[in-house]
Nanobody
Framework: VQLQASGGGLVQAGGSLRLSCAASGSVSGIRSMGWYRQAPGNERAMVAT???????NYADSVKGRFTISRDNAKNTVYLQMNSLKPEDTAVYYC??????????????????WGQGTEVTVSS
């Protein structure tokens, strides 16, 4: 199972970006999905999560500015980021709890991370 993130870049403060993350490989289903970020010198922190049923959770610092969504048919999670601030600058990672099957055709649960996409917000 692989997660491929895209959509990062350089944007001015007040601007918007949309991140995408698609799961591929032996994916039978995906439970929760989420976005995390890590700024230089800081630990990785939760930005937003979304359950299989669509329930969402946000870090206080992004509430009202960021929106997480998912397309279950495409095994993809999105993060719409509006009103970006310089303090949003970080590498953003997607994460997913994936249900798959192993080589013996047994159900297994995996936690997968994407490779990270860099977001830079200039003041």
């Amino acid at each position: 199972v692989q997660l491929q993130a895209s959509g990062g870049g350089l944007v001015q403060a007040g601007g918007s970006l949309r991140l995408s993350c698609a799961a591929s490989g032996s994916v039978s289903g995906i439970r929760s999905m989420g976005w995390y970020r890590q700024a230089p010198g800081n630990e990785r922190a939760m930005v937003a999560t979304i359950s299989s049923g669509g329930a969402t959770n946000y870090a206080d610092s992004v509430k009202g500015r960021f929106t997480i969504s998912r397309d279950n048919a495409k095994n993809t999670v999105y993060l719409q980021m509006n009103s970006l601030k310089p303090e949003d600058t970080a590498v953003y990672y997607c994460n997913a709890d994936v249900v798959s099957k192993d080589a013996l055709d047994q159900w297994i649960a995996l936690n997968a991370w994407g490779q990270g996409t860099e977001v830079t917000v200039s003041s």
